[in-house]
């Protein structure tokens, strides 16, 4: 590992010889990207907070004081407590069987584990109504035996599922891919059996893997709007998340309100990144060819 | 006297068994990767897997593993079938070629994890795996290693954690893919003559897989060479040497030049002159002739059995090496004493000491 390393340093000092671009240029470019990622990330981030405080701390508590808003925020924390910990489960084996066996349509699944990424959320919330709506294929049959999918918190849980699907695959594939089969391969000639060595070997080599893509995963849960904001219905106190409660605040002139439970939001994203940031630094090598996302 | 040393009570606990390959056939996506093998390791024996790339040999020795499953035939253990027993089971110590070793584990615990993970009634107490941890260590030369990391080790020390961890479970077999591909020279040279000394004193049945003819013919009692996923010949390296069983083996073992020869009243002949080469009993017809460069020797232009000029000299240890060019483009290479008095550019005739025949078709 280490020889590795130092043979990689070789090429990137010599790299800073190659560039041949004018120092002026240089800060030029700089300057455009620093001003870039003020205007469109930063001041939004800032605003966010000062509008949260504009009639101060106290305005901002009352905020967090109104029934529906807290029953907003244990929606959305019941949503991702759901929907994570099932995406967890099926993207370890999404890429488990894709980084480790060989079988037909394998390019056919690695296609459909990114579809959510293609698809419009509000498409992936019709698609929901559609099928578990009042009017759609199954819901008829949901009426008759009592069953409230859409509208409700499973119709809300599934389109989130279907939303944040890709993060935790699309984290690992390449990682397993990268680690091959030889680890797992010695576990099982050592008399480990199939499940032991998940546990033992592979679970170990993808930890902070698995953690990094968890942390996207539930950042996405927890924000998700258009899927959602289809399904939900909108009924306050039942059926309205952070995002859909924000929205609604907005709209009724509550601007303080709104901004104070949007930045809970971005508390939450300041966190992710912060915790994101540090396990690239921290355990880089192990996050291998997946980090680009 | 010697103290009794941990391997020597490795070695009784159990009798060395012999591994059966019985017409075992693979296909992978249309083309076979092993045809029809069969093959016997005898017990207590170091066997060498020899062939190129894509021979099968890595197949076969995964197939005898179970970490691949043989689309015909079978494998035995010591007389008892293991063809359907899985990976687990079938108690073989397996070395790959990139150690494999678990990156997050110890040394210590890279070496115990085999007898960690057996069930409650079978399982060493803790003291009693730490005992057989610091033998094994010991054996492998990496005492006071227990703690390191893999990462922290070189290519070598990995891949004798790696051959420690295989043995810790007491494996009936010892199986090893390409155990030193990944080292370098040095390297190499040094584990080999240390694999033949760990093999003396386990006294376990093993199989190696290389495509070094060097490695093979160096360490093991027998080789067996493998070609497009067909058993060419298995012997003693003396025997694959001295009597290839084809020509493909002639070639692979070392440089051999072909000549187009005939056979004919009991006698070969090379360019209508009768060479000094036993003639196969009974057989006639179109032949090939192959000969190693101490099967040549350098005569005056228009002696000899062909006629060639000398394209190059070069010294090989203690002799010299000369390349010839024959008039059909085809080069050739001829073993000459360190002081010679060719030169480059200088036509010369062949002359045949010795050589193998194979009848053509």
């Keep these: 590992m280490s020889d590795l390393s130092a043979a990689l340093a070789l090429p990137v000092s010599s790299q800073q010889s190659v560039v041949t671009e004018k120092k002026p240029i240089r800060w030029l470019a700089i300057s455009i990207a620093l001003v870039f990622l003020l205007l469109f990330l930063v001041l939004p981030l800032v605003v966010v907070f000062v509008e949260a405080f504009r009639r101060g701390l106290e305005g901002f508590l009352a905020a967090f004081q109104e029934a529906d808003a807290l029953a907003a925020i244990r929606l959305t924390m019941t949503v991702a407590a759901i929907a994570v910990p099932l995406n967890v489960v099926f993207g370890l084996m999404a890429s488990w069987a894709i980084a480790k066996f060989e079988f037909k349509g394998k390019s056919l699944l690695i296609t459909l584990i990114d579809l959510p990424f293609s698809v419009s959320p509000v498409v992936s919330g019709l698609i929901y109504l559609l099928l578990f709506g009042a009017q759609g294929l199954f819901g008829p049959w949901l009426m008759a035996h009592g069953i409230k999918i859409a509208f409700a918190l499973p119709g809300i849980v599934l389109a989130t599922i279907f939303v944040t699907f890709p993060f935790v695959a699309r984290q690992l594939i390449p990682l397993m891919q990268e680690q091959g089969t030889a680890e797992e391969e010695a576990a099982l000639t050592l008399g480990a059996s199939g499940w032991r060595t998940f546990l033992k070997v592979t679970l170990p080599n993808i930890k902070w893997g ?52 949007s930045s809970l939001l971005a508390g939450l994203a300041l966190v992710t990144l912060a915790l994101k940031s540090f396990l690239e630094w921290r355990h880089g090598a192990d996050l291998a060819s997946g980090t680009h996302r | 006297m010697e103290p009794i040393s941990p391997v020597a ?102 070496v115990a ?111 067996a060479v493998l070609n497009q996923g067909r058993l060419e010949q298995v012997g003693s390296p003396d025997d694959v040497q001295d009597h290839p069983a084809t020509p493909f083996v002639m070639t692979f073992l070392g440089q051999a030049a072909r000549f187009n020869a005939e056979i004919r009243d009991g006698r070969v002949l090379v360019n209508g002159k009768p060479a000094p080469v036993a003639a196969p009993k009974s057989t006639i017809g179109q032949a090939s002739l192959y000969c190693r460069p101490w099967h040549l020797k350098p005569v005056p232009a228009g002696h000899g059995y062909h006629q060639g ?18 008039a059909d483009g085809k080069k050739l290479e001829v073993e000459v004493a360190l002081v010679t008095n060719l030169s480059v550019g200088e036509e010369i005739g062949l002359d045949i000491l010795d050589g193998v025949i194979f009848r053509d078709g």
């Design chain 2, 9 to 110: 009570r490795i070695a009784e606990q159990g009798q060395a068994v012999d591994i059966r390959v019985a017409d075992v056939t693979k296909v992978f996506a249309g083309s076979a990767a092993l045809h029809d093998v069969n093959l016997t390791v005898r017990p207590g024996e170091l066997l060498a897997l020899l062939g190129p790339s894509g021979s099968g040999k890595t197949t076969l020795l995964r197939v005898i593993a179970g970490l691949a499953q043989a689309d015909r035939g079978q494998v035995f253990f010591g007389g008892s079938d293991a063809t359907r027993l899985p990976v687990q089971k079938r108690q073989v110590g397996f070395v790959f070629q990139h150690y494999a070793l678990f990156k997050h584990m110890s040394v210590a615990d890279n």
């Design chain 2, 309 to 326: 000029i000398v394209s190059g000299i070069r010294r090989l240890g203690s002799m010299r090496r000369i390349e010839v060019s024959q």
């Design chain 2, 113 to 223: 994890y085999g007898l960690k993970v057996r069930e409650r009634a079978n399982r060493p107490s803790k003291s009693e795996i730490q005992r057989r941890v610091s033998e094994l260590l010991d054996l492998v030369q990496l005492s006071g290693f227990d703690n390191r990391f893999p990462a922290q080790l070189s290519g070598g020390q990995r891949q004798r954690v790696a051959l420690a961890r295989a043995l810790a479970v007491e494996p009936r077999v010892l199986l090893l893919d390409e155990p030193f591909g990944a080292l370098d020279a040095k390297v190499r040279k040094d584990l080999r003559a240390w694999l033949r000394d760990i093999h003396e004193r386990t006294g376990k049945t093993t199989v190696f897989v290389t495509h070094d003819q060097d490695e093979a013919l160096e360490l093991a009692d027998r080789v």
């Design chain 1, 210 to 261: 698995l953690l990094y893509g968890v942390l996207l995963c539930n950042a996405r849960a927890m924000g998700e709007f258009g899927a959602v904001s289809v399904v939900s219905g909108h009924i306050r106190g039942l059926t309205n998340t952070i995002p859909l409660h924000v929205e609604i605040l907005y709209n009724e002139y509550n601007f303080v309100a709104a901004f104070a439970v």
